[in-house]
């Protein structure tokens, strides 16, 4: 993603619709877990890496955009530049990795999950979350710089060959699937985050929270989520 970009997205993170309803995903999905020593890779301006912080997580971000790591420093969170091809920290040191819309950006996607699994503890997790589905794939894509968008199966065999086990994998973003379909097939070029007007802005995102309390997590979304746990026992402490 250009600098351009990642400014923007910083100073939407805050009340845009999509980055609201994502930081609530997180929030939901990591809140059952004791919290520990955590990664957010890929952090960006710092917006999950915040939840994890506010639900009492040890956390560090790795952010390779210097730009996005200035941002997120500047919010008072601890952020190490680097490559997450190549993660700046030992191995079996984490009880949690994160990364959100952070893997299709990386043309080399199975280092990065290599090197997940090497940070994990035995039992550590991770959370894992990517734009799915090459049919929605458009100008919006590109303008991001993203390589890929991912299918299921992709995503479930290239975790399973670095040696992690999946939990659950998930849609999300299911409902608006159909307005963003149809809004791609004409986009050529540009990313679609931009500042929504506040009612409809509050209208998209009562519509992605109506999903937690829907059985859709299995239909085709914008997104998917997985969760995967590295084989072996968390030791204490």
Request: hydrophobic share 40%; net charge neutral.
């Amino acid at each position: 993603m250009n600098e351009d970009e990642i400014r923007k997205s910083a100073a939407l993170e805050q009340r845009h619709w999509w980055y609201a309803e994502r930081r609530a995903l997180v929030r939901r999905l990591v809140s059952p877990l004791t919290p520990g020593r955590a990664l957010d890779v890929g952090c960006g301006g710092g917006g999950n890496t915040g939840v994890l912080r506010d639900l009492g997580w040890q956390v560090s971000g790795l952010e390779y955009s210097p730009a996005a790591a200035g941002l997120a420093t500047s919010r008072g969170l601890d952020v190490v530049r680097g490559d997450a091809r190549l993660l700046p920290f030992p191995d079996a040191s984490m009880d949690l990795v994160m990364s959100t819309d952070m893997w299709e950006h990386i043309e080399d996607d199975e280092a990065v999950a290599r090197e997940t699994f090497r940070v994990l503890k035995p039992g550590g997790r991770l959370l894992v979350a990517v734009p799915c589905s090459m049919s929605l794939w458009s100008g919006h894509d590109v303008a991001l710089g993203h390589v890929r968008r991912y299918e299921k199966p992709e995503l479930i065999g290239l975790m399973e060959r670095v040696g992690l086990e999946v939990i659950d994998v998930r849609s999300w973003n299911v409902l608006l699937r159909p307005v963003v379909r149809a809004r791609r097939r004409s986009n050529t070029s540009e990313s679609e985050m931009e500042q929504v007007h506040p009612v409809l802005n509050a209208g998209l995102r009562a519509a992605v929270a109506t999903e937690r309390f829907l059985p859709l997590h299995h239909l085709p979304g914008v997104s998917l989520v997985v969760r995967a746990v590295k084989p072996g026992v968390l030791e204490p402490g």
